[in-house]
Nanobody, 127 residues
Framework: QVQLVESGGGLVQAGGSLRLSCAAS????????MGWFRQAPEKEREFVAS????????YYADSVKGRFTISRDNAKMTVYLQMNSLKPEDTAVYYC????????????????????WGQGTQVAVSS
């Protein structure tokens, strides 16, 4: 099992930026894929972005494409989510997730494909 710890959430005005971090630990080898999901009050947890660890391929939800960027630091076993041009509708608890399975890009957007989850970090965007 991989342990994941998120950080970097907070309160920001619309149009602002935040960078979330997720540090992975607990195994001698890293995850195959990592993703970010978010859950707003009374809504389902939804996919935001994912990255295939070895090749660095990325995949984004349409709602964040062009505004958010996912990246990873192999040496630090950390994945980042740079969020620019934030909107009030981006307000949610953001969770990072890791998968040991070899995923296609399409599969990397599916919650059920992930076996490790962080505790979540709150992002609030004011209008």
């Amino acid at each position: 099992q991989v342990q994941l710890v998120e950080s970097g959430g907070g309160l920001v005005q619309a149009g602002g930026s935040l960078r979330l971090s997720c540090a992975a630990s607990g195994r001698t080898f890293g995850p195959s894929a990592m993703g970010w999901f978010r859950q707003a009050p009374e809504k389902e947890r939804e996919f935001v972005a994912s990255i295939i660890w070895s090749g660095g391929q990325t995949y984004y939800a349409d709602s964040v494409k062009g505004r958010f960027t996912i990246s990873r630091d192999n040496a630090k076993m950390t994945v980042y989510l740079q969020m620019n041009s934030l909107k009030p509708e981006d307000t949610a608890v953001y969770y990072c997730a890791g998968s040991q399975a070899l995923l296609s890009m399409r599969q990397s957007s599916m919650r059920r494909m992930y076996d490790s989850w962080g505790q979540g970090t709150q992002v609030a965007v004011s209008s």
